[in-house]
């Protein structure tokens, strides 16, 4: 089997990839230099050429809410035009077995919690990410009506937030993880006497280290269809991941500040956007499937602190 890895240079693919040449696995890769997946040409000529047996699609644009707000138009149209060529250039080539992973914003911002998989279509969008969770629900869509109409065996995975090492921990386009972590990091080392954070505090979110994701996107490839066929329908394919539990983002605050050693003052800017106030992912699919995560909230955060400090000059650039 040879696995093509789309977008391993980013934290979720760099995992995955790791996770299969921890198994002995060969794996394709491609930089953006060499392959650019918006080309859909291109995409064409590298799927004919190396003929993948699998191929993980964990390339995307991605970032929080500023990002979301910054750039609508390159989101939703970046993600769809890779989404559009590696999926259909994977028929084309004959790929036996394809992962997508999407994002937990895909499900409406008022659906009941926990979020499960038949959520998705019930409701509005969360505006200050709409265009992303779009061209999210599109790529799920687009797995489904493959599989509807040619047979393929295109599956999707939702992961929750993810955070660990290799995060992009820019200081204006990055997620909360990896935001507060550098904040929290730069503060402490100037002994500051504040850290100001976006919003109340009070959102509640869930939190999954890379490594669980890396091992759950393997586990969901090892299972036969029938078993991911159990679970799932033809118009309601997608497995969500997560940790289970959620955190309000004042104690997610509070926890990064213990870790990192900031010792001052914590306050949060409520002009700020808060997002949805809830978003925490029902696992009981996969769960009945065998797949548990392994690392705690604080345990996965202590890891990527500890990957931030030892790849700080890199990291102010990822």
Not at 136 to 151: H, T
Request: charged share 20%.
């Amino acid at each position: 089997m040879r696995v093509y890895v789309a977008g391993h240079g980013g934290m979720v693919g760099s995992a995955i990839s790791r996770a299969f040449e921890h198994r002995g696995q060969e794996v394709l890769t491609r930089t953006h230099a060499e392959l650019d997946l918006t080309d859909g040409h291109a995409v064409a000529g590298f799927m004919q050429a190396e003929r993948p047996d699998m191929v993980i699609l964990a390339a995307a644009k991605v970032g929080g809410i500023h990002a979301n707000n910054s750039y609508p138009a390159e989101f939703i149209h970046q993600n769809l035009m890779m989404e559009c060529n590696v999926i259909h250039q994977a028929f084309a080539a004959g790929v036996s077995r394809l992962l997508f992973l999407g994002s937990s914003c895909i499900y409406p911002r008022a659906a009941a919690q926990p979020l499960a998989e038949e959520a998705l279509l019930t409701g509005a969008l969360e505006p200050t990410n709409e265009p992303y969770a779009i061209a999210k629900i599109a790529g799920i869509k687009l797995c489904e009506s493959y599989n509807r109409q040619y047979g393929t065996d295109f599956r999707s995975v939702m992961p929750t937030n993810l955070y660990g090492p290799g995060d992009n921990f820019h200081p204006e386009n990055s997620h909360v993880v990896p935001a507060l972590i550098r904040r929290f990091t730069e503060a402490a080392a100037r002994q500051a006497d504040e850290v100001v954070v976006w919003g109340t505090g009070t959102p509640r979110r869930e939190f999954l280290h890379v490594q669980d994701m890396a091992e759950a996107c393997l586990f969901v490839l090892g299972l036969s269809e029938e078993e991911y066929r159990s679970v799932t329908r033809p118009m309601c394919s997608h497995l969500n991941v997560g940790l289970g539990e959620d955190i309000s983002i004042r104690d997610l605050a509070v926890m990064i500040a213990g870790i990192t050693g900031f010792q001052g003052r914590i306050s949060f800017d409520e002009s700020r956007p808060d997002g949805t106030m809830r978003k925490l992912l029902d696992i009981s699919k996969l769960s009945s499937l065998g797949w548990k995560p392994t690392i705690a909230i604080r345990d996965g955060l202590e890891d990527a602190y500890r990957w931030f400090v030892d790849h700080q000059n890199q990291a102010r650039h990822l």
